[in-house]
Protein backbone atom coordinates (compact mmCIF):
# COMPACT_ATOMS: atom_id res chain seq x y z
CA UNK A 1 0.00 0.00 0.00
CA UNK A 2 1.42 3.54 -1.19
CA UNK A 3 1.00 6.21 1.72
CA UNK A 4 1.59 10.16 0.52
CA UNK A 5 1.99 12.34 3.37
CA UNK A 6 1.81 16.01 2.09
CA UNK A 7 3.85 19.05 4.58
CA UNK A 8 4.26 22.36 4.45
CA UNK A 9 1.37 24.62 3.01
CA UNK A 10 0.28 27.70 4.56
CA UNK A 11 -0.55 31.30 4.20
CA UNK A 12 1.71 33.30 2.54
CA UNK A 13 1.91 37.07 0.84
CA UNK A 14 1.64 38.02 -2.80
CA UNK A 15 5.01 37.48 -4.41
CA UNK A 16 6.18 34.77 -1.41
CA UNK A 17 7.46 31.91 -1.60
CA UNK A 18 6.02 28.25 -0.05
CA UNK A 19 7.82 24.58 -1.02
CA UNK A 20 5.64 21.92 0.55
CA UNK A 21 7.22 18.43 0.67
CA UNK A 22 5.48 14.80 -0.15
CA UNK A 23 6.68 12.02 1.99
CA UNK A 24 6.34 8.42 -0.06
CA UNK A 25 5.81 4.89 1.64
CA UNK A 26 4.63 1.47 0.34
CA UNK A 27 7.00 1.95 -3.39
CA UNK A 28 10.00 1.58 -4.85
CA UNK A 29 10.04 5.77 -4.82
CA UNK A 30 13.10 6.43 -7.13
CA UNK A 31 10.77 4.25 -10.31
CA UNK A 32 7.39 6.45 -8.97
CA UNK A 33 7.08 9.57 -11.55
CA UNK A 34 5.46 11.94 -8.85
CA UNK A 35 2.89 14.38 -9.82
CA UNK A 36 1.29 17.62 -7.74
CA UNK A 37 -2.04 18.94 -8.56
CA UNK A 38 -3.80 21.50 -7.27
CA UNK A 39 -7.67 21.92 -6.75
CA UNK A 40 -9.33 25.27 -5.98
CA UNK A 41 -12.43 25.93 -4.26
CA UNK A 42 -15.45 25.32 -6.71
CA UNK A 43 -12.89 24.12 -9.60
CA UNK A 44 -12.03 20.70 -11.20
CA UNK A 45 -8.37 19.47 -9.93
CA UNK A 46 -5.64 20.49 -12.02
CA UNK A 47 -1.89 19.35 -12.71
CA UNK A 48 0.46 21.69 -11.66
CA UNK A 49 3.90 19.78 -12.42
CA UNK A 50 5.52 16.02 -12.80
CA UNK A 51 8.35 14.65 -12.37
CA UNK A 52 9.50 11.35 -13.77
CA UNK A 53 11.66 8.57 -12.06
CA UNK A 54 14.62 9.39 -14.50
CA UNK A 55 14.03 13.39 -13.55
CA UNK A 56 11.91 14.54 -16.57
CA UNK A 57 10.02 17.70 -15.54
CA UNK A 58 6.92 19.20 -16.91
CA UNK A 59 4.85 21.93 -16.17
CA UNK A 60 1.61 23.46 -16.23
CA UNK A 61 1.76 27.07 -17.92
CA UNK A 62 0.66 28.78 -15.46
CA UNK A 63 3.29 27.93 -13.10
CA UNK A 64 6.19 27.64 -15.82
CA UNK A 65 8.92 29.92 -14.86
CA UNK A 66 7.67 30.49 -10.65
CA UNK A 67 7.74 26.38 -9.55
CA UNK A 68 9.82 23.68 -9.55
CA UNK A 69 9.10 19.79 -8.92
CA UNK A 70 12.71 18.44 -6.78
CA UNK A 71 12.72 15.22 -5.84
CA UNK A 72 14.88 13.70 -2.92
CA UNK A 73 15.17 9.45 -3.74
CA UNK A 74 17.37 9.49 -0.90
CA UNK A 75 14.25 10.56 1.39
CA UNK A 76 11.48 9.53 -0.72
CA UNK A 77 10.19 12.70 -1.09
CA UNK A 78 9.23 15.12 -3.54
CA UNK A 79 8.81 18.97 -3.21
CA UNK A 80 6.77 21.53 -4.97
CA UNK A 81 8.74 24.63 -5.09
CA UNK A 82 6.49 27.66 -5.83
CA UNK A 83 7.98 30.98 -6.12
CA UNK A 84 6.19 34.67 -7.06
CA UNK A 85 2.81 33.24 -5.65
CA UNK A 86 -0.11 35.12 -6.68
CA UNK A 87 -3.63 34.72 -4.93
CA UNK A 88 -4.94 32.86 -8.02
CA UNK A 89 -2.63 29.97 -6.57
CA UNK A 90 -4.75 29.55 -3.84
CA UNK A 91 -5.74 25.98 -3.58
CA UNK A 92 -5.48 22.53 -1.79
CA UNK A 93 -2.26 20.91 -3.19
CA UNK A 94 -2.24 17.29 -3.76
CA UNK A 95 0.59 14.82 -3.96
CA UNK A 96 0.25 11.57 -6.69
CA UNK A 97 1.43 8.83 -8.39
CA UNK A 98 1.18 5.72 -9.81
CA UNK A 99 2.46 2.03 -8.63
CA UNK A 100 1.58 -0.71 -10.17
CA UNK A 101 -1.58 -0.13 -11.81
CA UNK A 102 -3.03 1.70 -9.44
CA UNK A 103 -3.15 5.64 -8.54
CA UNK A 104 -2.66 7.05 -5.00
CA UNK A 105 -3.52 10.81 -3.86
CA UNK A 106 -2.17 12.82 -0.48
CA UNK A 107 -4.71 14.48 1.61
CA UNK A 108 -3.62 17.53 0.53
CA UNK A 109 -1.93 20.90 2.07
CA UNK A 110 -3.35 24.18 1.52
CA UNK A 111 -2.02 26.77 0.50
CA UNK A 112 -3.31 30.13 0.69
CA UNK A 113 -1.87 33.24 -1.31
CA UNK A 114 -2.95 37.00 0.29
CA UNK A 115 -3.11 39.95 -1.71
Known amino acids: QVQLVEFGGGLVQAGGSLSPSCAAS????????MGWYRQAPGKQRELVAT???????NYASFVKGRFTIPRDNAKNTVYLQMNSLKPEDTAVYYC?????????WGQGTQVTVSS
Open 51 to 57: ITSGGDT
Open 26 to 33: GSIFSQNN
Open 96 to 104: NTGWIGQDY
